[in-house]
């Protein structure tokens, strides 16, 4: 079974960063890739970045290029995100999934979540 736990969040100004990590328990890890999505309050959960087998090739939502970092480290089942310059509009509960097909789809292993909070 897959299930993926963050951490990392907390509350920070605006132009400071973050990084969440994402660990994942189950021998499956490697054989995904994996995606951060975040909600804000009121709104759909909407995709972040996220990063294929080989940790070599990535995608970004156009509102964190060049802000967010997606990382994994196959050897500790972990996905990390980098986030630098946080904006408040970048408030939002993080979440990691594994994704699949050029769409990057969600499977649904979502976890718990962890708060990001950018304050002006």
């Known amino acids: 079974q897959v299930q993926p736990v963050e951490h990392g969040g907390g509350l920070v100004q605006a132009g400071g960063s973050l990084r969440l990590s994402c660990e994942v328990s189950?021998?499956?890890?490697?054989?995904?890739?994996w995606g951060w999505f975040r909600q804000a309050t009121g709104k759909e959960r909407e995709f972040v970045a996220a990063?294929?087998?080989?940790?070599?090739?990535?995608t970004y939502a156009d509102s964190v290029k060049g802000r967010f970092t997606i990382s994994r480290d196959n050897a500790k089942s972990t996905v990390y995100l980098q986030m630098n310059n946080l904006r408040p509009e970048d408030t939002a509960v993080y979440y990691c999934?594994?994704?699949?097909?050029?769409?990057?789809?969600?499977?649904?292993?979502w976890g718990q979540g962890t708060q990001v909070t950018v304050s002006s």
């Open positions: 189950g021998r499956t890890f490697r054989e995904y890739a």
């Open positions: 999934d594994a994704v699949w097909g050029n769409d990057l789809n969600p499977y649904g292993y």
């Open positions: 990063v294929k087998w080989g940790a070599d090739e990535t």
